[in-house]
């Protein structure tokens, strides 16, 4: 049985209109209207017939299919529900495993660039995965995309991506598109073309606007909106029709962080917000919570120009991303800007329901208050967490990324910047623990643990759980011990 493939990054977008096959398809019948006519596996070299390991040839010409995969049983079969033309492939599972449709073999040198396009819908593909893999002379999942699962109409599906490697030589490239999923998936107009290497990966959605809309009598210059913290607000998504804001309405138990999100919007012209301020929450019996226990920071965007290793029907684009200290700042016209605001409720506050309020204040154009209420839980979480976590801080990445240099000037301040990102993490009751322990000093009268024994003494004092020994020496082999 062929083993389960390998799974890295392949550059992968969703996009939302058709585009006609074009010429230079190297691999013929992508459209699954030819019916097999010869066995195509039968005519490769053994080498290359190695990369087709538990398929057979299927009913579409130049195309081989495996349903056994995985203890699967999966059947592929033409349909008349074709996206184009009069048929396209239907993969249906009987018994989930794992199947796949493969493409003939593509030859490209090392380097080259090449873009894939299909069309594909699904009905109850569920319970597993569909990706997208690419295999052959390069390794049995060289790169990969998980799709999109569940049920959807024709949705078309594109990736740019590199030829890997530094051989001279030839790569032979085979493509599969694999369910590991229940139900039924059906493909359609699949083409494979060479691309220049200069194009990017896609610019379709870089620096989108929303569309105008008429702005109201009433208006104010803006508008405001509250959204759950769990949205993401995308700065070229159209303007809705949206109420006016109401409350800012918030639950968290006692020492507990909880957040809010608002949003500015200039779809008539730029807007200058001078100011944000909170008044203090009134709550039961004269209780309060402080306007000092409440802060805001503006969310900002992240320019994305190489597609994400995982399915994302957004494209290329600007993300919300960072977190930037409050401030004076302009939403420009035909933008938004969301605000975070993080409240945080003292250890010993009552229970019960606080309220008060937040002001953002403009240049020029009429300020808007919105009412806040948090209603506190009677129950408090501790300072200590029991739930083990850990994330990564790429401590290299961090010293790249703020330009500090190797010198006693430069250490000292990517040494700063490292701690303030284990505060922050620590803060909120996540371990900073993967790269603690990673980096040891070394010189001729051996390992110095000195550092690491410190970082790792404060961490573990301020809340950290668990960390990771990513290099550790092995002592005795370099007779640094019995």
């Known amino acids: ?7 890295a990054a392949l550059w992968l977008t969703l996009a939302s209109a058709a585009s006609p096959v074009p010429a230079a398809n190297l691999t013929p019948n992508g459209s699954f209207e030819d019916p097999q006519k010869t066995d195509f596996l039968a005519t490769l070299d053994p080498k290359t017939r190695d990369y087709y390991a538990g398929t057979k040839q299927s009913p579409f010409e130049s195309w081989a ?10 059947t592929v079969e033409t349909t008349t529900a074709a996206h184009t033309g009069k048929q396209s492939c239907k993969i249906t599972c009987i018994k989930k495993g794992r199947a796949g449709i493969a493409s003939s073999p593509v030859t490209l040198k090392t380097g080259a660039s090449f873009n894939i396009s299909f069309w594909a819908k699904a009905q109850d593909a ?4 569909i990706f997208l893999n690419l295999e052959g002379s390069l390794g049995d999942g060289w790169t990969s995309k998980d799709l999109k ?37 059906w493909i359609d107009d699949f083409t494979f073309d060479p691309a220049d290497a200069a194009t990017p990966d896609d610019t379709s959605v870089i620096s989108k606007k929303p569309n105008s809309i008429p702005e109201p009598q009433d208006s104010i210059g803006y508008r405001i909106n509250i959204v759950s913290p769990l949205d993401k607000i995308f700065p070229s998504d159209n303007y809705t029709p949206t109420a006016k804001a109401d409350k800012i309405d918030i639950a968290a138990a006692r020492n507990e962080y909880e957040s809010a999100q608002i949003v500015i919007e200039a779809p008539w012209r730029p807007v200058k917000i001078t100011d944000i301020k909170f008044t203090d929450l009134a709550g039961p019996a004269g209780a309060a919570i402080p306007a000092s226990a409440i802060k805001w920071e503006r969310v900002d965007y992240i320019q994305t120009t190489v597609t994400p290793p995982y399915f994302t029907d957004r494209g290329l684009g600007s993300y919300p991303d960072p977190l930037l200290p409050a401030g004076p700042f302009t939403v420009e016209s035909l933008s938004r800007t ?8 003292p250890r010993g506050c009552p229970a ?6 937040v002001t953002i204040t403009t240049d020029g154009q009429k300020p808007t208050t919105l009412p806040i209420n948090i209603k506190v839980w009677n129950f408090a979480l501790t300072d200590q967490t029991h739930l083990k976590t850990l994330t990564w801080l790429s401590t290299g990445v961090i010293r790249d990324f703020y330009n500090n240099p190797s010198t006693p000037r430069g250490d000292q301040k990517h040494a700063n910047t490292v701690q303030a ?3 922050i993490l620590l803060e909120h009751r996540l371990g900073p623990g993967g790269d603690v322990a990673a980096h040891l000093t070394r010189d ?3 390992y110095d643990f000195t550092t690491i024994d410190a970082t790792l003494e404060r961490l573990i004092a301020n809340g950290m759980n668990s960390f990771i020994i990513a290099a550790a020496p092995n002592l005795h082999r370099e007779k640094q011990t019995e």
Not at 65 to 74: E, I
Not at 126 to 129: D, F, L, Q, S, T
């Open 1 to 7: 049985m062929k083993p389960c493939p390998l799974f």
């Open 444 to 446: 001729n009268s051996g």
């Open 126 to 129: 569920n319970g597993g995965r």
């Open 65 to 74: 299919f495996g349903g056994h995969y995985q203890n699967g049983d999966y």
């Open 352 to 357: 019960g329901t606080y309220a008060g309020s």
């Open 149 to 185: 699962t569940g049920t959807f109409d024709w949705t078309h599906f594109s990736h740019r991506a590199k030829v890997k490697g530094n051989l001279a030589e030839d790569q032979t490239i085979v493509a599969f598109i694999y369910t590991t999923c229940e139900g039924a998936l």
């Open 338 to 345: 969301p605000i975070w605001i993080t409240i945080k409720t």
């Open 421 to 423: 990102y284990e505060n």
